[in-house]
């Protein structure tokens, strides 16, 4: 019989793209999510591209009462838990917002997953916990650094509660999940990244240019001791993150205790180089100009992935050429992101 997944926060970004890998992998799932950040069509367009209905409830997992309604009904072996506030700059003026949602959704979350005996979690943790990191490329054990923002400091500490949680019940397996800078969409051009506004990161802001949205994109410094004077990051192709989930459930089924992965390729690309690799594939310019720094930003940040390789077998496949392809081809399909529903 097939195992069942609790996805909380499966209509946003990063989770969409791993319902249809956990669906390739032959898991069922159920998804919570209150749509803070997503909309319900991502799920729709889910359901279309594994041709099944996908259990939702829209429900905030602070809501102790529903979660248990829910975890009575659909009785589940394991937990994917995205659900978060994520952008930086407005946890920097939200911060009771932002530690309200993200710490306290994850202690009810856990509470109630531990009363309906599922000791199983893959949690959403982030490089931001390395701070201006210690060493490069980074491996986990390279010690976590001071994060200069609320949401990275929620990342942080919930690393801490979840590690304290795990060696108070060695039942507990817990999986803590460093991504690095997820970008790209599924290849059908059917989901993707779908921000509010104007977006913080930069490929949305990269695709928003392309599409016409925005006239030019502003870099955020060239001053950074990197190759070409600005940052320097680790992208890694969304279908490859979401793959690393489905790999981090066969560590949970091994029963693993604590485990903590760096999701990455371990290969760093600068701002510019990804300009120019997305006007190169996609045929399309990015018109830019050089701003001043961001406050917060380091000059580089790349990870050591080997570790994810040697104990879950799992690697990118992915490309930057299949990122920047990947990127253009949902936001020229979508110039609205979901707005535009086909149903
Ligand atoms: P996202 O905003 O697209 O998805 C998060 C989802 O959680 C949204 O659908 C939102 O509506 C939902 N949500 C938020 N609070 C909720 C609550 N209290 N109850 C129920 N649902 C709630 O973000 P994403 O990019 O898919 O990120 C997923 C996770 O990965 C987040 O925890 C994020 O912090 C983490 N992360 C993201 C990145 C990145 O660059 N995208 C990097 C590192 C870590
Ligand atoms: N950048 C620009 N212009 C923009 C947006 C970004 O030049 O309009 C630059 C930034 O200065 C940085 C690089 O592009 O050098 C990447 O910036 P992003 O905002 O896309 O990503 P960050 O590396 O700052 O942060 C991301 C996530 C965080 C997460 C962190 C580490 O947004 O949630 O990766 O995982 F914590």
């Excluded at 791993?18 to 991502?42: M, P």
Aim: charged share 20%; hydrophobic share 35%.
């Amino acid at each position: 019989m097939s195992k069942t997944i609790l996805v909380t926060g499966g209509a946003g970004y990063i989770g969409s793209h791993t319902l249809i890998e956990l669906h390739n992998a032959g898991y069922d799932f159920i998804v919570v999510d209150n749509l803070v950040n997503s909309q319900k069509e991502s799920l729709y367009r889910v359901a279309k591209i594994i041709g099944r209905n996908i259990p939702f409830y829209e429900v905030d997992i602070r809501d102790a009462v529903a979660m248990d309604e829910i975890l009575t009904l659909h009785p589940v072996d394991a937990c994917i838990h995205f659900a978060g506030l994520k952008a930086v700059g407005e946890s920097v003026s939200k911060p009771l917002e932002y530690y309200s949602n993200n710490m306290t959704g994850t202690f009810v979350l856990v509470e109630q997953l531990r009363k309906h005996g599922c000791k199983n979690l893959i949690f959403s943790s982030s490089a931001t916990v390395y701070g201006n990191p210690a060493q490069i490329p980074i491996t986990e054990n390279c010690p976590k650094g001071q994060c200069t923002n609320p949401y990275g400091q929620t990342k942080s500490m919930l690393e801490e509660v979840l590690t304290d949680i795990q060696k108070a019940d060695p039942q507990w397996n817990i999986v803590l999940l460093r991504y690095f800078n997820p970008i790209g969409a599924h290849p059908s051009g059917q989901i993707g990244e779908n921000p509010n506004g104007i977006p913080n990161n930069l490929m949305p802001y990269i695709t928003q240019v392309a599409v016409g949205k925005r006239p030019e994109l502003g870099i955020f410094g060239n001053d950074y001791d990197t190759h070409d004077g600005t940052g320097v990051r680790d992208f890694i192709h969304v279908v490859d993150l979401a793959r690393g989930h489905v790999s981090a459930l066969s560590a949970i089924e091994r029963g693993c205790g604590l485990a903590i992965y760096n999701l990455g390729t371990g290969q760093g690309y600068s701002v510019l180089d990804l300009v120019k690799t997305f006007e190169r594939v996609n045929r399309v310019p990015i018109p830019y100009r050089i701003l001043d720094r961001r406050p917060g930003d380091i000059a580089t940040c790349y990870s050591n992935p080997s570790k994810a390789f040697e104990e879950l077998g799992w690697k990118a496949q992915y490309g930057i050429e299949e990122m920047c392809r990947d990127a253009w081809n949902w936001q020229k399909n979508n110039p609205n992101g979901y707005e535009q529903a086909d149903y």
